[in-house]
C-alpha cells in the first residue's frame, strides 16, 4: 500500500464494502499506516482502529525449515550442512530462499549432481555478483 500514493478515498470506500459484507481486508506495507501521509479523517479513524502486526526477517530456524522444504517440494535431498551454509549465508528473505533453491537445484540438474556445499557457495558467490543468470 505504501509503494504508491493511497488513494484515500478508494480505501476508505474498499475498507466500508468490506466491513459492511462481514469479511477481511489484508493490507501490507513497509510502513505503518500512521506513515503513509494520509489525510482523509474517516481514512485516518479507520486505520488507526485496524489491528497492525510487524513481520520480522525469519530466525536461522524457520529459514532453515524453509529452504528444506523448498528442496522437499522439489523432491531433492540435500545435507544438513548446505542448508546451514545457506542460512549463514544468503539473504534472510523468504524470496531469496526459492531464488537460491531454485537455482542450485537447476545447476545440479545440469551437471547431474547432487547439491553440495561446494555448489551452494558458487551459486551464492555468483548471485552476490549480481548475475542473474549465470553458468556454473
Do not use: C
Amino acid at each position: 500500500v505504501d509503494k504508491h500514493p493511497v488513494d484515500e478515498t478508494g480505501l476508505f470506500h474498499l475498507i466500508n464494502t468490506v466491513r459492511g459484507a462481514g469479511s477481511s481486508l489484508l493490507l501490507t506495507a513497509r510502513r505503518f499506516p500512521s506513515a503513509w501521509g494520509v489525510e482523509l479523517p474517516d481514512l485516518i479513524s479507520r486505520l488507526k482502529a485496524a489491528a497492525t502486526v510487524e513481520i520480522h526477517e525469519p530466525d536461522d530456524l524457520l529459514l532453515a525449515g524453509v529452504i528444506t522444504k523448498l528442496f522437499a517440494d522439489r523432491q531433492v535431498e540435500v545435507e544438513p550442512h548446505v542448508v546451514q551454509y545457506l542460512v549463514r549465508r544468503i539473504e534472510r528473505s523468504l524470496a531469496t530462499a526459492m531464488r537460491v533453491v531454485g537455482r542450485l537445484d537447476r545447476a545440479a540438474l545440469e551437471r547431474k549432481t547432487p547439491i553440495t556445499r561446494a555448489l551452494a557457495a558458487e551459486t551464492v558467490s555468483a548471485m552476490d555478483e549480481g548475475q542473474g543468470e549465470f553458468e556454473i
